[in-house]
T-cell receptor
Framework: EAQVTQNPRYLITVTGKKLTVTCSQN?????MSWYRQDPGLGLRQIYY???????DKGDVPEGYKVSRKEKRNFPLILESPSPNQTSLYFC??????????????FGPGTRLTVL | AQKVTQAQTEISVVEKEDVTLDCVYE???????LFWYKQPPSGELVFLIR??????QNEISGRYSWNFQKSTSSFNFTITASQVVDSAVYFC???????????FGTGTRLTIIP
């Protein structure tokens, strides 16, 4: 079954404590990305990756890091989380935004609370 | 810079009515891609469609149709004969050809009243 998995699904942490949210896909997709969703702001892209070792900033990259060492994994790292990073996070993958098949698959979301 | 505007924050219609969700975009690129996504109350995100800027043909998929008009920089989404299962938040998004960055609108919450 084609899927994108994220872990953890829920996380409550404290300011400054480093954390990683994992994202993994089993479709051999080249394109992966991270989004955060906040009330009234919709979805905003944090980082994206077009292939292994290729990452680029989205609209809101500050305070986040990513890595793409393998095609299937695209972890999101918060080195020093702050309360304004409390949000719902989604990971997604697709072959590309450009080519067919163009379907993007999303993970189930990670709800992060930073106290 | 890319920008997507979904001016309708919330829409409510009675079941079986047609409803159109508006999406207006801004970009300096001549080649770009437009997308629609659905987020039902359960929270998952579902990809609906991608359109290329060089293909202005409208698209129909069952009760869903999309009207792409370059002249007005709009990519509107119409649901015909709406059903309760169409209740969701719908997002429009834009990606320029020069990169694969994706910019979303703030979404439209659609409620179908039975």
């Amino acid at each position: 079954e084609a899927q994108v998995t994220q872990n953890p699904r829920y996380l409550i942490t404290v300011t400054g404590k480093k954390l990683t949210v994992t994202c993994s896909q089993n479709m051999n997709h080249e394109y992966m990305s991270w989004y955060r969703q906040d009330p009234g702001l919709g979805l905003r892209q944090i980082y994206y990756s077009m292939n292994v070792e290729v990452t680029d900033k989205g609209d809101v990259p500050e305070g986040y890091k990513v890595s793409r060492k393998e095609k299937r994994n695209f972890p999101l790292i918060l080195e020093s989380p702050s309360p304004n990073q409390t949000s719902l996070y989604f990971c997604a993958s697709s072959l590309s935004l450009r080519v067919q098949p163009d379907t993007q698959y999303f993970g189930p979301g990670t709800r992060l609370t930073v106290l | 810079a890319q920008k997507v505007t979904q001016a309708q924050t919330e829409i409510s219609v009675v079941e079986k009515e047609d409803v159109t969700l508006d999406c207006v975009y801004e970009t300096r690129d001549t080649t770009y891609y437009l997308f629609w996504y659905k987020q039902p109350p359960s929270g998952e995100l579902v990809f609906l469609i991608r359109r290329n800027s060089f293909d202005e043909q409208n698209e129909i998929s069952g009760r869903y149709s999309w009207n792409f008009q370059k002249s007005t920089s709009s990519f509107n989404f119409t649901i015909t004969a709406s059903q309760v299962v169409d209740s969701a938040v719908y997002f429009c998004a834009l990606s320029d050809f020069g990169n694969e960055k994706l910019t979303f609108g703030t979404g439209t919450r659609l409620t179908i009243i039975p």
